[in-house]
């Protein structure tokens, strides 16, 4: 992911800033990047250029020398404070394919209710151990129906379903700096297509939509499904697909999948601002 | 046929490389075209990607309107084993459809350590493996790439073969399969193959009969039809400003071999070097223009996006006005992070003023030079004219100009090669880390020496030579380890490379044989054999066992392909398929290998009739043109692509 949008700068003439010495590299930051096998509708990416750029000019050249499901959707420029600053956790929607709804709420209500969950992951380095549960700060299960987070099974699934096939993540980004967000484009054709095939899609299929705190390690959505199976013997027949759908600052009200936009300020800053340029503070 | 083959994806290595998507692909709608060609690198994708020719070719049959070109790939063992159990054919990664559907499939041969992998991808199409069991319901299989000059050993599984430059050659092609599907496929498979035959430029071989002696050698080859000539010649593209493929390269969401944006500079080379099957059968020299070359980089980095501009050749430093593409490039990206390389570069033709240009805008990588032969002497024999003195007065500047590491290519095994040879090639090394560290000021300094097996090709001078046993070639190896580690000062800023030298034998079976060897690959694939080209997929074991059943029986053996030196009289397996080059000539150039005789380049001396020229109706193309590259003015900062909607600002 990191090299296509690096590529698609490049090919959209985005005049970057790069860091000095042997090996230079363009100055791009991700925050909280994807994990490799999941969709997102959300990913946040902070990018430095040498010269003054309208936000949307940026965002309308990136998003089209990006490849298709790449979409751009808002940049804007870098406002005091560093985007990680701002990010503080991820809201996952994760189908379960093949399980229950009402199995799979048995073992979220577990999973609360568990004080720790250690659950082992395989890293470079060997096995480690996390605790999945301290990084939960909400979860439930939705319905089809009544399901508020999600802008349609067909939606999300198709996403998921290209994804999670492939070695790499393709998330989407927002740059900030000239920052911006991208997702997924889960309304392309070639996706509905290939949808139409899947075979899971008459089964149940439970879908957990969880705040997860961005912590280090991380804990990703496979390592809550991890915790499940821990906590409730829950073992889904064929891979879940997991969907980032939103990143930002926890809310203090605590609702469910409410987060705090992190380009908020930025946007409230009048777009017609001028920016300080290289020197501003923010694109550092 | 996507659905079928994504539930297995997960269960597979690497799964991305299976699932397409790059950009610059091309998806064009099956039924509103009429000729649909498959183009195959076999190899793993990671390598097969970036490989120029199929890029080239693809990119040329999907701007016809009404032709359709996807590719394929060699897949793992571990997808083939689920694509067996599964039932899922051999796809292409384009748009997911079945090989054996389309109308040709086209394989791109590099290299001879492919074959194993074309029969599992036949075989996994549901493509009969012989072509004389296939119906007209299954593709024309044609090989093309440079190990097609001998296709023998290949050539009860291929339906033809193109010698030489693709571009015309798959066009002529297409019109043939275009013309003959729209009179209704008259005659069959069978007159569509007579009909690619008598154009005298590819080659069918079940249209060639080939009688043994009693020895073993071959008596003759002939046509067994009237419409057949005698003689397949190679296809020789000119004028390659005209030809300025790939416009829109290929750019992989996987990881490939070379992450660059290639350029071909010029094509052919007559340096001479008597073991370069390459510069042999690509001549003559032909130059793409200093302002073609410009708009191609501008282009191309317009449509990837990619960091690195590899400017490619067989010798890139040769072309006739390299210094001004360089200092051109290089201005002209000045402040973009855009890094310029040069892959084969000689130790005589380098300068640095050259390296420097190079490094101005990007990274520095090491320097890599080929001086091949350890010795003087056995330079004299391989033609490859550099002597010592020139090679550490290249290496001592690049070291004083601030290169730390530099490479050295050589070969192991060549003809009347002794241990002294090779050794030689340790004290070079040590020379160079000497003169280096004196230079530069520096005890860090690294030379890294990179030694390969020498394998005889066809149509070369050394075609007629006796093949280097492993076991020679592996304890002149051990000999040069141990000289380079005599000296603990100067040998631990040494690093050297090598692979031990049974693969190369293989190589050399597969490179010379004939079409008895063809039994070999077959029972080889059928015991397993995949991915050749790969140490750890590699079974020397497999081979000499195959060779021993299949070969014996017949009076001849892996010995008898490869280590055995032949006369001149001898009818070679590949001499009815014409590289153009003059069989007199290339034995005339053998004997004066033999004799430590050197041979200069036509380029900047007179003709030396080694035939291609007159025998193809070709000419050399050389500059300089005097023009420079314009603008020369730099494209601006942080990024390569000008674009006005970025740059309101300015």
Known sequence: MARTFERALRRAGVPMAYSQGFSPHPKVSWVGAAPTGVASEAEYVEIQVVRELDPEALRRELDAALPPGLDVLEAVTGGPGSLAERIEASLWRVELPGVEPAELAEAVRRLLAAERVDVERLTKDGRRTLDARAAVVSAEVVTESTGDTSRGTGGTSRTAHILDTSDQVEPAALADANGLVTDSDQESGEATAQVADWPERARPCGILVAVVRQTTPAVRPDDVLSALRVVADLVPPVPAKATRMAQGRLDDSGVLGTLVDPLAADRAASPTTTPSGVDDPAVR | ?650
């Open chain 2, 1 to 650: 046929m996507f659905p079928r083959l994504e539930p297995l994806l997960p269960l597979v290595s690497k799964p991305v490389q299976y699932v397409g998507g790059e950009l610059n692909a091309t998806v064009k709608d099956w039924d509103a075209t009429t000729v649909r060609w498959c183009l195959m690198y076999p190899d793993a994708y990671e390598v097969g990607l970036p490989n120029q020719g199929v890029m080239i070719l693809y990119e040329i049959l999907n701007e016809q309107p009404d032709v359709l070109a996807e590719r394929t790939y060699a897949v793992w063992p571990d997808l083939e084993r689920l694509m067996r159990e599964h039932d899922v054919p051999q796809f292409t990664v384009d748009a997911h459809r079945p090989v054996g559907a389309f109308d040709l499939f086209g394989v791109s041969f590099a290299t001879e350590l492919g074959y194993t992998n074309m029969l599992t991808a036949l075989d996994l199409a549901g493509i009969p493996l012989h072509a004389a069991d296939r119906t007209e319901d299954h593709p024309v299989v044609v090989a093309g790439g440079h190990a097609a000059f001998n296709p023998e050993p290949i050539a009860d599984f291929l339906d033809a073969a193109v010698l030489g430059d693709g571009e015309e050659a798959v066009l002529e092609i297409t019109d043939i399969t275009r013309r003959w599907k729209a009179e209704g496929s008259p005659g069959g498979r069978d007159e569509l193959l007579l009909r690619l035959a008598e154009t005298g430029g590819i080659y069918v071989p079940r249209f060639h009969d080939v009688e043994y002696l009693p020895d073993g050698r071959i008596q003759r080859v002939v046509p067994n039809r009237d419409r057949v000539p005698y003689r397949v010649f190679k296809r020789t593209t000119m004028d390659l400003d005209a030809w300025p493929y790939p416009k829109q390269p290929l750019v992989p969401l996987a990881e490939s071999v070379h992450e660059r944006m290639s350029v071909e500079i010029f094509r052919g080379c007559t340096r001479g070097c008597r073991f370069c099957q390459a510069g042999m059968i690509t001549r003559p020299v032909r130059e793409r223009s200093i302002e073609g070359i410009g708009a191609m980089v501008q282009r191309g980095l317009a449509a990837t996006g990619f960091e690195e501009v590899g400017l490619l050749s067989l010798s890139s430093a040769d072309h006739s006005e390299i210094g001004d593409i360089t200092k051109g490039l290089a201005d002209r990206y000045q402040g973009t992070n855009t890094s310029l390389s040069l892959p084969s570069t000689r130790v005589d033709a380098f300068n640095v003023d050259l390296a420097n240009e190079l490094s101005r805008n990007g990274r520095r990588s090491g320097l890599t030079f080929a001086p091949e032969g350890g010795s003087e002497r056995i330079r004299r024999v391989i033609n490859k004219m550099v002597s010592e003195e020139d090679l550490i007065r290249t290496v001592t500047t690049a070291y004083a100009n601030g290169w730390r590491q530099v490479k050295l290519y050589f070969m192991c095994g060549l003809p009347t090669e002794t241990d002294e040879d090779v050794l030689q090639i340790a004290e070079m090394a040590k020379e160079v880390i000497r003169a280096g560290r004196e230079a530069s000021g520096r005890k860090d300094i690294r030379c890294t020496i990179s030694i390969g097996g020498f394998v005889p090709k066809p149509h070369t001078p050394f075609q007629w030579a006796s093949q280097c046993d492993p076991d020679t070639v592996d304890a002149r190896l051990r000999k040069l380890r141990e000289a380079v580690n005599s000296d603990r000062n100067l040998g631990r800023n040494i690093g050297m490379r090598y692979h031990d030298g049974k693969p190369s034998l293989i190589e050399g079976l597969l490179s010379r044989g004939d079409r008895r060897v063809g039994r070999v690959i077959e029972r080889v694939w059928r015991e397993g054999g995949r991915f050749d080209g790969w140490s750890e997929h590699f079974s020397y074991q497999r081979w000499v066992d195959a060779c021993a059943a299949e070969l014996e029986p017949l009076g001849v053996s892996l010995d008898w392909f490869t280590t055995r030196e032949r006369e001149e009289t001898e009818v070679l397996p590949w001499d009815h398929l014409d590289s153009g080059l003059d069989k007199e000539w290339l034995w005339a150039d053998w004997q004066d290998a033999l004799d430590e005789r050197e041979q200069d380049d036509c380029r900047w001396t007179p003709c030396f009739d080694c035939g291609v020229c007159p025998a193809m109706g070709t000419d050399i193309q050389v500059g300089p043109t005097g023009r420079k590259l314009l603008p020369i003015s730099p494209v601006g900062q942080g990024s390569p692509v000008r674009n006005p909607a970025l740059t309101a600002g300015d």
